[in-house]
């Protein structure tokens, strides 16, 4: 079989980023040790007040610890990255369980491309919901996104991308994934490579989140496209996506006129910040991996670290 000729000559290790979810992040744990035994499991914590230092260095089945002070998801990711010895590397969410058939679907993949991902199976009051791969034309390339919260990369595109872009509050996979189309890296979508979250409310959606949210989307589009139709065009469609959405729950009567008109100027802001931050970045790094505050940006991430192995 495939998985099993690709899986004797692979080395894998597992990042997993955390803050203050010790309870989900032993279960986690637990779901590796029981289905990938033989991986090297990297840990990236903080900065959490939960306790979960302690939990983690009781266990044997973590090889690396890293404490953090940065609270950004990317910023974490890349702490982890930098000490993973495996030349295939997975990132894994701390509130995600892998499925017994998550190996067999990595495995399966990375026989066909050099990034693979699956669908997280939430289990809802009702019942489960389960993802659907996801692509779309940007410009002239064809971006295929992936799950970052359970993505496996050979080393040699991480190395190519130079891991994730620390400048991004959110949407970190979805540059990335913009990256990978430009670098020619194809994303193998599994739907085996599975792994399962309990539900949980999110607390909704704030008006900083949103502004933030389209900081984000206008830098890595500029970023990656310059000042282009493709650009502007999925800002813009999604800004007034958005607003309609919101228009209507102000109709309604569900949302507050001035709410509304303060998401609108934070959707606005972020959006022009984030198109400039963006420009200055892509005039920053002229190179194919477009990632000036990638890996070999800074060497000050962790503020400890714990090696068992």
């Known amino acids: 079989m495939v ?182 890296y194809e994303v193998a979508w599994q739907p085996e490579m599975c792994v399962r979250q309990e539900y949980s409310a999110d607390g909704g959606v704030t008006t900083a989140a949103r502004g933030a949210e389209f900081r984000s989307l206008a830098y890595r589009l500029v970023k990656n496209y310059g000042v282009r139709p493709a650009a502007a065009t999925g800002t813009t469609r999604r800004a007034i996506r958005d607003a309609l959405a919101a228009g209507r729950d102000v109709l309604r009567g569900d949302l507050p006129p001035t709410e509304w008109l303060a998401t609108g100027r934070a959707v606005v802001t972020g959006a022009a910040r984030g198109a400039v931050d963006g420009l200055v970045a892509r005039v920053k790094d002229r190179s194919p991996a477009r990632n000036p505050h990638g890996i070999s940006d800074r060497s000050d991430r962790a503020v400890a670290r714990y090696d068992w192995r």
Do not use: K
Request: net charge negative; aromatic share 4%; charged share 25%.
């Open 3 to 184: 998985a099993e000729s690709v899986w004797s000559d692979m080395e894998l290790s597992v990042v997993v980023p955390t803050l203050n979810g010790r309870d989900r992040l032993a279960a986690c744990l637990d779901g590796v040790t029981a289905h990938v035994p033989d991986a090297e499991v990297v840990v990236v914590n903080g900065p959490s007040t939960d306790g979960t230092t302690g939990m983690i260095r009781d266990r044997d089945d973590v090889d690396v610890l890293v404490e953090v002070s940065t609270r950004t998801e990317n910023a974490s990711r890349n702490a982890g990255l930098e000490v993973a010895t495996g030349d295939v590397v997975a990132l894994l969410r701390y509130d995600f369980v892998v499925e017994p058939s998550w190996v067999e679907g990595l495995t399966d993949g990375l026989g066909d491309a050099s990034v693979v991902t699956g669908p997280t199976h939430r289990t809802l009051d009702g019942g489960m919901t389960t993802e659907e791969s996801e692509r779309q034309r940007v410009g002239s390339r064809d971006v295929a996104y992936f799950n970052g919260g359970n993505v496996a990369f050979r080393r040699s595109v991480l190395d190519a991308l130079d891991g994730f872009d620390e400048y991004l509050e959110t949407g970190g996979d979805r540059d990335a994934a913009h990256r990978l189309a430009g670098l020619d």
